[in-house]
Structure formats: C-alpha cells, structure tokens
C-alpha cells in the first residue's frame, strides 16, 4: 500500500508546475481595463438564445416557470421512457 502523501508528492515533482505557474499566471489587477460595447439592437432575442445555447424546450419548461414563479424547475437528465415488455 502507497502512502497518500508519497503519491501525491511523486505526482507533484513529475514536471514543473511551479515554473510554469510563475511563467503563465495573470493577476487580473495588471490587466488594463477593458471598455464597455454598446448593446447591439440588431441582435434578435431568438439569436442570442441560440448563441448561449438555449433551445425552446429550455425556454418552455424552465425559463418560463422561474420566471413566473420564481422558483427553479426540478427534473433529471436523460429519458423517463419505461422500458417496453
């Protein structure tokens, strides 16, 4: 049995994740701030569902009911489908 700090210390001194941490990292307070665009009118609504990647089921049954009652729709991924005979 292998000790979980002898593993994680082997995976650590693997490559040089320090260097290129220090190589790589942006601190957002040096980052120049960037300009506010202009909201584009020319833009349908059903456009920028499609683009955040809403599809009408999405809009029917849960955008609609929070946005009427104000509370999240409760459902499960994948197929309520029973299995046939």
Request: glycine share 4%; proline share 6%; net charge negative.
């Amino acid at each position: 049995i292998v000790s979980d700090e002898e593993i994680k210390s082997e995976i650590a001194t693997r490559h040089p994740y320090k260097n290129w941490l220090a190589n790589t990292q942006l601190i957002l307070e040096d980052l120049k701030p960037v300009e506010p665009r202009a909201l584009r009118r020319d833009v349908s609504l059903l456009d920028r569902q499609q683009a955040f990647g809403y599809t009408q089921e999405d809009t029917k049954l849960l955008m609609s009911p929070m946005a009427t009652t104000g509370q999240e729709a409760v459902g499960s991924m994948g197929t309520d489908t029973p299995i046939s005979a």
